[in-house]
């Protein structure tokens, strides 16, 4: 089948490199001008696995879909031309000693809306040290076991160049602006994705959701998990890379101002990061970097197919948690695949 993907992002990119394996002609259209362009969602994110914590603000339903997508990122990595950091040895929730009380009720939370049997195990202080040796700064914390974390950015680059050497045919420097039931712009297809993100208005009810982050270079300081702060305010996560890069992040504004990072932000981020992490104090910033979380009125995501068309969209801040069970979801919907293998 010949068909035609609107939008080059983590849907966009996952879409082509499953799609061309499978034997079908691709072709992706984006007003990027070139693989690299940094404009979808997808580069920004800090690509935290977090099925359990954030049951926060979801609900049991993402969390099995996030569990899902862990075992194919899994097996999506392992086929890739091109390394990713992928990581999936859970991460830490922490909280000071004044924090406990509202740090719990979270932790309630997260344990009444997960699945059976996954819940925080509290680690005592020795056990920390053998996890992370290198952090000090908070006086409880508990591990998520099997969450993990993806370099996105190595991701993005590597689903794009394993998309292209299985085939898909990339169109850069085009925006789509008329997308129907198999037919892009006047060019027809057997099937159309339409996973444009914010820019599928107005065919889609969509929204940005302001979204702020840092790259710090802290040499030495040896983290190896994603860590998150419960706190009654300040909520930051701090995301290992390779290279000695940190990850702080990260805002959520209502606003589509996709201006550089506000002082607010930038000193609010970097103090809680600070707080659970006093090591940084001597990191650098190297990089900050804002973008639009694509978001639907309730803040789910939604797959709508019908002949000829499907819309994917409102993956808001889960794309990367549940991106690969959506795709392999939409998929099975259609005459054109078997799931993963
Ligand atoms: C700061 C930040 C942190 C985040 N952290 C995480 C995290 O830790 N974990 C997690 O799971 N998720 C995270 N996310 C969310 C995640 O990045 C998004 O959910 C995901 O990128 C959405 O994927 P998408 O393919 O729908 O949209 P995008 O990745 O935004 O891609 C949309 C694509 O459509 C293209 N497009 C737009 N208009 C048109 C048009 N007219 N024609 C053709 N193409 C068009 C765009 O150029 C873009 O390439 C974060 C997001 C942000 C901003």
Not at 25 to 51: E, H, I, K, N, Y
Not at 56 to 64: F, V, Y
Not at 132 to 141: D, N, Q, S, T, V
Not at 204 to 232: C, F, K, T
């Given at each position: 089948?010949?068909?035609?993907?609107?939008?080059?992002?983590?849907?966009?990119?996952?879409?082509?490199?499953?799609?061309?394996?499978?034997?079908?002609?691709?072709?992706?259209?984006?007003?990027?001008?070139?693989?690299?362009?940094?404009?979808?969602?997808?580069?920004?994110?800090?690509?935290?696995?977090?099925?359990?914590?954030?049951?926060?603000?979801?609900?049991?339903?993402?969390?099995?879909?996030?569990?899902?997508?862990?075992?194919?990122?899994?097996?999506i990595v392992a086929q890739l031309p091109l390394p990713v950091d992928f990581r999936r040895d859970g991460s830490l929730l922490l909280a000071h000693a004044g924090d406990l009380g509202s740090a719990q009720r979270l932790l309630a939370l997260i344990a009444a809306r997960a699945p059976a049997g996954l819940t925080p195990e509290p680690l005592s202080p020795a056990r920390l040290r053998s996890l992370?040796?290198?952090?000090?700064?908070?006086?409880?914390?508990w591990l998520l076991g099997g969450e993990g974390q993806i370099h996105t950015v190595q991701a993005?680059?590597?689903?794009?160049?394993?998309?292209?050497?299985?085939?898909?045919?990339?169109?850069w420097s085009h925006a789509v602006r008329e997308l129907a039931p198999g037919c892009i712009d006047g060019d027809r297809f057997d099937h159309v994705f339409d996973v444009r993100g914010?820019?599928?208005?107005?065919?889609?009810?969509?929204?940005?959701?302001?979204?702020?982050?840092?790259?710090?270079?802290?040499?030495?300081?040896?983290?190896?998990?994603?860590?998150?702060?419960?706190?009654?305010?300040?909520?930051?996560?701090v995301v290992p890379r390779p290279g000695d890069i940190v990850v702080v992040g990260a805002s959520e504004i209502e606003s589509e101002d996709r201006s550089p990072i506000s002082v607010r932000t930038l000193l609010s981020l970097l103090s809680a990061a600070h707080s659970i992490v006093p090591q940084l104090a001597e990191a650098r910033v190297v990089h900050s970097e804002t973008n639009l979380r694509p978001a639907l009125p309730d803040n789910l995501?939604?797959?709508?197919?019908?002949?000829?068309?499907?819309?994917?969209?409102?993956?808001?801040?889960?794309?990367?948690?549940?991106?690969?069970?959506?795709?392999?979801?939409?998929?099975?919907?259609?005459?054109?695949?078997e799931s993963v293998s």
């Open positions: 089948m010949h068909i035609g993907i609107a939008g080059a992002g983590l849907l966009g990119r996952l879409l082509a490199w499953r799609l061309s394996g499978l034997g079908h002609r691709v072709t992706v259209f984006d007003p990027a001008p070139d693989a690299q362009a940094r404009g979808a969602a997808g580069w920004t994110a800090a690509g935290m696995l977090s099925p359990l914590a954030e049951l926060e603000c979801s609900d049991a339903h993402m969390a099995t879909l996030g569990l899902r997508s862990l075992d194919l990122w899994v097996r992370e040796p290198g952090l000090h700064g908070a006086a409880h914390a993005m680059q590597a689903l794009a160049q394993g998309a292209s050497d299985r085939g898909t045919r990339w169109r914010v820019g599928a208005r107005p065919d889609l009810q969509v929204r940005g959701v302001r979204g702020e982050i840092l790259w710090l270079h802290a040499p030495g300081l040896e983290l190896r998990r994603a860590l998150r702060l419960l706190h009654p305010r300040s909520r930051v996560y995501p939604r797959v709508e197919a019908r002949p000829g068309l499907t819309r994917i969209n409102g993956l808001f801040r889960h794309g990367w948690l549940i991106a690969p069970a959506l795709v392999e979801d939409a998929l099975h919907e259609l005459p054109i695949e």
